[in-house]
T-cell receptor
Framework: NAGVTQTPKFRILKIGQSMTLQCTQD?????MYWYRQDPGMGLKLIYY???????DKGEVPNGYNVSRSTTEDFPLRLELAAPSQTSVYFC????????????FGEGSRLTVL | GQSLEQPSEVTAVEGAIVQINCTYQ??????LSWYQQHDGGAPTFLSY????GLEETGRFSSFLSRSDSYGYLLLQELQMKDSASYFC?????????????FGQGTTLQVKP
């Protein structure tokens, strides 16, 4: 059981470039999330989805876009990368049981230079 | 607004008990969760309180009081490996069932 898989694990971008962080889960979870975490800080919600075809903004959505065409996949798109987007990005899905448990991917460390 | 407040740092000695508090300014949420994160790793789930009261899971316990807008994580018999960051989180803020936000985290340092 792979759980939540994120790719890539590391990436360096130049200012103005675009890229997509991939996230897939094989647990049939409806709710999926993207967070960013700056050094020494908490997790900030970028976007979330409660099911295929439904996405919503979180706390810090500017500069990002998402789509949710299938239950399994929830990619995060960065357009026109800026140094302020240097961070660690975590994808997560919410377990089906009512335990409040988020299952996290290993994270994607992004540096924008 | 929606916010969860935690102390930034807590220090304790091995074998002791430590309590990490979480106060929040939001309403209508489904429950309060706690996560542990070691340096360089992803957060891992520790505990969840859907209802007021105490939930116990081994050395860790968590408490929620909705009337006081307050919760805490209690760690007993501290071990060196418990040195990590701890985050509280709530889902369902402002009537959005999926919205799940985190506090800023508390760094726990366990000393010998």
């Amino acid at each position: 059981n792979a759980g939540v898989t994120q790719t890539p694990k590391f990436r360096i971008l130049k200012i103005g470039q675009s890229m997509t962080l991939q996230c897939t889960q094989d647990m049939n979870h409806n709710y999926m999330y993207w967070y960013r975490q700056d050094p020494g800080m908490g997790l900030k919600l970028i976007y979330y989805s409660v099911g295929a075809g439904i996405t919503d903004k979180g706390e810090v959505p500017n500069g990002y876009n998402v789509s949710r065409s299938t239950t399994e996949d929830f990619p995060l798109r960065l357009e026109l990368a800026a140094p302020s987007q240097t961070s660690v990005y975590f994808c997560a899905s919410l377990g089906l049981a009512n335990t409040g448990e988020l299952f996290f991917g290993e994270g994607s460390r992004l540096t924008v230079l | 607004g929606q916010s969860l407040e935690q102390p930034s740092e807590v220090t304790a000695v091995e074998g002791a008990i430590v309590q990490i508090n979480c106060t929040y300014q939001t309403s209508g949420f489904y429950g309060l969760s706690w996560y542990q994160q070691h340096d360089g790793g992803a957060p891992t789930f520790l505990s969840y309180n859907a209802l007021d009261g105490l939930e116990e899971t081994g050395r860790f316990s968590s408490f929620l009081s909705r009337s006081d807008s307050y919760g805490y994580l209690l760690l007993q018999e501290l071990q060196m490996k418990d040195s990590a960051s701890y985050f509280c989180a709530v889902r369902g803020v402002s009537g959005n069932t999926g919205k799940l936000i985190f506090g800023q985290g508390t760094t726990l340092q366990v000393k010998p």
